[in-house]
């Protein structure tokens, strides 16, 4: 997931970012552990899936917001209620996976009533909304941090992973992206907006929709497909990588709110392609299914737009695990981005770098 603001310590190995450090210490660990029939799918995608029945998957996800971190100090604890349930759903969405309950573990300095009320007014506001039921959790003091573990199900062999993306297929993207980034930005005085600027693209910061519905839609028509938390390119690149395939992406065609399209080329690419906290849906399908995916669109009333193509197999892939060579990003007029640019582009939101 994005954060709000980066740390400005830097006291851990230079050399480990997020991933690295999941893959050294906790992904091999759970590999030295053996496969366990149980368990259909383990680290590396949105969720975890589970072997619980012969007719459902369990899916799992965690995610974990941290104040000053993943959301400003002060932030208003209805919209934050709100984002910490949105996020996780986000995570079920890109699954295709119906949410079912989570468990809620929060930590806070000390018992504020009226911030909890309009915590819980937000948090319980979309469970319904997404018929999604609380089932337990933990409360500590400490610093502020919520911490959500949602369950889903999922048709066995269903679920969207992110390893099935296969050359040929379309990539799309769901209603627009780089609001969450462009707010950010302007609260951190990068650049300024005006206040109805703000206050429209605030919401998409604050308030995301998790894209739950189109999720479960995109089950038997999508390939693979992941939710953009990170940044578009970044989390595109999980796919890539994983599925071991090369990909292009026209980067003018990404689609953008007018607030953004109103800015400069520099600016909207920016928010665009590396913003994160969208959490809409990147996801990759076979060329003949466009038509469904356009009916699908209609139906859910939410945006769907091709941004790009899965070209080929990889064939090689740098030892630094760089993904140069993998993703060709193009401008308006079909041209290859000067790899000092696209180089740029591809630097995804990493918690310790
Ligand atoms: P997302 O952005 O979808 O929430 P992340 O990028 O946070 O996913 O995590 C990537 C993968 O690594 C996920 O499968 C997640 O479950 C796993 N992961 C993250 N942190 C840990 C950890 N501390 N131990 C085990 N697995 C982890
Ligand atoms: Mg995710």
Same mark, same amino acid.
């Given at each position: 997931m994005s954060a709000t603001k980066k740390s400005s310590s830097a006291n851990t190995s230079k050399a480990?970012?997020?991933?690295?450090?999941?893959?050294?210490?906790?992904?091999?660990?759970?590999?030295?552990?053996?496969?366990?029939?149980?368990?259909?799918?383990?680290?590396?995608?949105?969720?975890?899936?589970?072997?619980?029945?012969?007719?459902?998957?369990?899916?799992?996800?965690?995610?974990?917001?941290?104040?000053?971190?993943?959301?400003?100090?002060?932030?208003?604890?209805?919209?934050?209620?709100?984002?910490?349930?949105?996020?996780?759903?986000?995570?079920?969405?890109?699954?295709?996976?119906?949410?079912?309950?989570?468990?809620?573990?929060?930590?806070?300095?000390?018992?504020?009533?009226?911030?909890?009320?309009e915590f819980s007014k937000g948090l319980f506001e979309i469970a319904q909304e997404f018929n999604c039921r609380l089932i337990g959790g933990d409360t500590t003091a400490g610093p502020l941090t919520i911490s959500i573990t949602i369950f889903g199900e999922v048709p066995p062999s269903k679920a969207l992973r992110r390893n099935q993306a296969q050359v040929g297929d379309d990539i799309w993207v769901s209603h627009q992206v780089g609001d969450a980034r462009l707010a950010l930005?302007?609260?951190?005085?990068?650049?300024?907006?005006t206040e109805s600027e703000m206050k429209s693209v605030s919401q998409r910061m604050h308030n995301p929709s998790p894209r739950v519905e189109l999720g479960q839609a995109l089950l038997d028509v999508a390939h693979s497909a992941i939710d953009v938390s990170d940044g578009l390119l970044g989390d595109l690149t999980h796919i890539l990588s994983q599925s071991n395939v090369c990909a292009e992406v026209a980067i003018d065609?990404?689609?953008?709110?007018?607030?953004?399209?109103?800015? $400069? +080329?520099? &600016?909207?690419?920016?928010? @665009?392609?590396? /913003?994160?906290?969208?959490?809409?849906?990147?996801?990759?399908?076979?060329?003949?299914?466009?038509?469904?995916?356009?009916?699908? $669109? +209609?139906? &859910?009333?939410?945006?769907? @737009?091709?941004? /790009?193509?899965i070209t080929s197999s990889k064939t090689t892939r740098d030892t630094s695990g760089n993904l140069a060579g993998v993703l060709r990003l193009l401008d308006q007029e079909g041209h290859e981005l000067p790899p000092e640019l696209s180089s740029q582009y591809l630097k995804s939101f990493d918690h310790f770098k």
């Open positions: 480990m970012g997020e991933f690295d450090l999941i893959e050294h210490f906790f992904k091999e660990g759970a590999a030295k552990q053996g496969q366990d029939e149980s368990v259909s799918l383990g680290i590396g995608d949105d969720c975890a899936l589970l072997n619980i029945s012969r007719n459902n998957h369990l899916a799992i996800s965690t995610d974990m917001l941290v104040e000053g971190r993943h959301f400003l100090v002060g932030a208003d604890p209805h919209w934050l209620g709100r984002k910490c349930l949105a996020v996780n759903l986000s995570d079920l969405a890109a699954m295709g996976a119906k949410p079912v309950g989570f468990t809620l573990a929060i930590a806070m300095p000390s018992v504020n009533a009226q911030w909890l009320a930005g302007a609260m951190r005085h990068e650049w300024s907006l065609e990404v689609p953008a709110s007018d607030v953004l399209k109103s800015k $400069s +080329i520099e &600016l909207r690419r920016l928010c @665009t392609l590396m /913003g994160g906290d969208d959490y809409e849906l990147c996801f990759t399908a076979p060329a003949e299914n466009a038509e469904q995916i356009e009916k699908i $669109s +209609i139906q &859910l009333d939410i945006r769907l @737009t091709r941004i /790009g193509k």
